[in-house]
């Protein structure tokens, strides 16, 4: 347990990977997923669902190339993608894709 000057505790919570992939379902969060074997490609998208075998079925997605910095639109359906051989996922906020980024 961390403790915070003059006797304050401060605990620290473990968040379970499933419990953060919720949050950002419910939230309707950018997410960007980095691939273990392409480390210049990255996925982009709105996660619309997921299950425990961590596969995740992304909405308005698209395959993002590093080096070129070009976006290619993985097409009108939604994009199932398994996050076994994926090196993270983290919320990406791009205000060139995200509607109603003026609210």
């Avoid at 304050?8 to 273990?36: G, H």
């Avoid at 074997?37 to 998208?45: K, L, P, S, T």
Wanted: hydrophobic share 35%; glycine share 4%.
């Amino acid at each position: 347990m961390a403790y915070r000057g003059q006797g304050q505790k401060v605990q620290k919570v473990m968040v379970q990977p499933i419990n953060l992939i919720f949050r950002y379902l419910q939230n309707r969060s950018r997410i960007q997923v980095w691939l273990y074997e392409q480390v210049n490609m990255r996925i982009e998208g709105c996660i619309i669902g997921f299950d425990e075998y961590m596969n995740l079925v992304l909405d308005d997605s698209e395959e993002i190339h590093m080096k070129t910095k070009n976006r290619k639109p993985l097409g009108s359906s939604p994009a199932l993608l398994n996050l076994s051989r994926c090196l993270m996922v983290s919320s990406h906020k791009s205000s060139a894709r995200t509607p109603n980024s003026h609210i």
